[in-house]
C-alpha cells in the first residue's frame, strides 16, 4: 500500500522555498522534497520556520501552544504570539531534555523534534484503505502506520511507537473523514501518532454512503469545530495520507433503552430517606 499522492508536513512555520530547488531537475521525493543532479534531497521547507527571540506571529503561538502542553518544559503557559524570553527559556529546556546545543532558537535540529517532519518520516493510512463497509452499530478501529527513510539502502523501516514518543516531543495528528472528492465531513479525533490506531464509533448523524475516505495528518485544512485542532492555525501542507478508495458506512444506531434495574435501585434510595424523613417527623409530635 504505497502512494504517490503522499504531501509534504512542511506544518507548523514555513520557510520560503529555498532558491536553490528552482534550479533542481525537479524530480519528485515521496516525503515532500525534490533531488537534485547527484540525488541530494533538497527539502521545499523545514518542518518549522527559523524562530527566535523577537519572532512573532501564527507560528509563534502554535509553538507556545505545543510547549505548554508539558509544564515542566514551559510553566509560566503563555500564548502571546511573542517569542520572548519565557518562550527562549522554554525552548532552551527542550533542547536540553533532547540533547541538543542549548540555543533557545528553533533552528533545523529543534523543529525536527518537536513533531514529525516529512523528510525524516512517512505516515501511511492502513483501514479503512478501500472496499470496508463500517456499520455504525459497531465500533471500528483506524488504523495507520508510520516508518522511517533508511539511507544505506534508500528504503523505510517501520517505526516502534516507543520510537515516536521518544522521539518526537509532540507527535500529534488529526483523523477526519471526507468525500472521495475531498470535501471535509467530519474532523473525528485528535491522537497521539504514537498510537497508530483510533477506536472509532461513528456518530449516528453522519449520513450512510459509499464515498467516504479518511484523512490521517498533521496540520489542518479546514478548522476543527467539534475538538481543539493540532495546530490553532492552517499550515498549508498536511503531512499524511488518506484511504487510497471509498468505503462505506452503512447502518442506525438503535437507541440503548435505559437500565431499569439502576433506576429501580435509585427510587428505592430515594423511598428510604423519605421514610427516615417521615420517622423523624413522626417523633416530633
Same mark, same amino acid.
Given at each position: 500500500?504505497?502512494?504517490?499522492?503522499?504531501? %509534504?508536513?512542511? $506544518?507548523?512555520?514555513?520557510?520560503?522555498?529555498?532558491?536553490?530547488?528552482?534550479?533542481?531537475?525537479?524530480?519528485? #521525493?515521496?516525503?515532500?522534497?525534490?533531488k537534485?543532479?547527484? %540525488?541530494?534531497?533538497?527539502?521545499?521547507?523545514?518542518?518549522f520556520?527559523?524562530?527566535?527571540? %523577537?519572532?512573532? %506571529?501564527?507560528?509563534?503561538? @502554535?509553538?507556545?501552544?505545543?510547549?505548554?502542553?508539558?509544564?515542566?518544559?514551559?510553566?509560566?503557559?503563555?500564548?502571546?504570539?511573542?517569542?520572548?524570553?519565557?518562550?527562549?527559556?522554554?525552548?532552551?529546556?527542550?533542547?536540553?531534555?533532547?540533547?541538543?546545543?542549548? $540555543?533557545?532558537?528553533? #533552528?533545523?535540529?529543534?523543529?525536527?523534534?518537536?513533531?514529525?517532519?516529512?523528510?525524516?518520516?512517512?505516515?501511511?493510512?492502513?483501514s479503512?484503505?478501500?472496499?470496508?463497509?463500517?456499520?455504525?452499530s459497531? $465500533?471500528?478501529?483506524?488504523?495507520?502506520?508510520?516508518?522511517?527513510?533508511?539511507?544505506?539502502?534508500?528504503? $523505510?523501516?517501520?517505526?516502534?511507537?516507543?520510537?515516536?514518543?521518544? @522521539?518526537?516531543?509532540?507527535?500529534?495528528?488529526?483523523? #477526519?473523514?471526507?468525500?472521495?472528492?475531498?470535501?471535509?465531513?467530519?474532523?473525528?479525533?485528535?491522537?497521539?501518532?504514537?498510537?497508530?490506531s483510533?477506536?472509532?464509533?461513528?456518530?449516528?448523524?453522519?449520513?450512510?454512503?459509499? #464515498?467516504?475516505?479518511?484523512?490521517?495528518?498533521?496540520g489542518?485544512?479546514?478548522?476543527c469545530?467539534?475538538?481543539?485542532?493540532?495546530?490553532?492555525?492552517?499550515?498549508?501542507?498536511?503531512?499524511? @495520507?488518506?484511504?487510497?478508495n471509498?468505503?462505506?458506512?452503512?447502518?442506525?444506531?438503535?437507541?440503548?433503552?435505559?437500565?431499569?434495574?439502576?433506576?429501580?435501585?435509585?427510587?428505592?434510595?430515594?423511598?428510604?430517606?423519605?421514610?427516615?424523613?417521615?420517622?423523624?417527623?413522626?417523633?416530633?409530635?
Amino acid at each position: 500500500m504505497r502512494k504517490t499522492v503522499i504531501i %509534504g508536513l512542511i $506544518t507548523l512555520f514555513l520557510l520560503p522555498v529555498l532558491a536553490l530547488a528552482q534550479d533542481q531537475t525537479g524530480a519528485t #521525493d515521496p516525503r515532500g522534497a525534490t533531488k537534485d543532479s547527484t %540525488g541530494k534531497i533538497i527539502p521545499l521547507g523545514y518542518c518549522f520556520n527559523i524562530l527566535r527571540q %523577537g519572532s512573532k %506571529g501564527p507560528e509563534v503561538e @502554535d509553538l507556545q501552544q505545543i510547549l505548554k502542553s508539558d509544564p515542566s518544559i514551559y510553566p509560566e503557559g503563555l500564548v502571546t504570539g511573542n517569542y520572548g524570553q519565557l518562550t527562549k527559556n522554554a525552548i532552551k529546556r527542550l533542547q536540553k531534555k533532547f540533547n541538543l546545543p542549548q $540555543t533557545g532558537d528553533v #533552528d533545523e535540529q529543534t523543529a525536527r523534534i518537536i513533531l514529525p517532519c516529512p523528510i525524516d518520516i512517512q505516515l501511511i493510512v492502513v483501514s479503512p484503505n478501500g472496499g470496508e463497509s463500517w456499520d455504525k452499530s459497531m $465500533t471500528h478501529q483506524v488504523t495507520w502506520k508510520l516508518s522511517k527513510a533508511v539511507t544505506t539502502t534508500g528504503g $523505510t523501516e517501520s517505526l516502534a511507537p516507543s520510537e515516536i514518543t521518544s @522521539d518526537y516531543f509532540w507527535p500529534r495528528g488529526r483523523i #477526519d473523514l471526507l468525500k472521495s472528492d475531498g470535501t471535509l465531513v467530519k474532523h473525528i479525533a485528535t491522537v497521539n501518532l504514537a498510537s497508530q490506531s483510533y477506536d472509532w464509533n461513528i456518530n449516528s448523524n453522519i449520513p450512510n454512503g459509499t #464515498d467516504y475516505k479518511i484523512r490521517i495528518g498533521l496540520g489542518p485544512v479546514t478548522a476543527c469545530k467539534e475538538e481543539p485542532c493540532p495546530l490553532a492555525y492552517n499550515p498549508k501542507f498536511t503531512f499524511g @495520507d488518506e484511504s487510497d478508495n471509498p468505503f462505506s458506512i452503512t447502518g442506525t444506531i438503535t437507541p440503548q433503552p435505559n437500565n431499569i434495574n439502576e433506576v429501580i435501585t435509585i427510587l428505592e434510595g430515594a423511598i428510604q430517606q423519605l421514610q427516615k424523613a417521615l420517622d423523624l417527623l413522626k417523633a416530633m409530635k
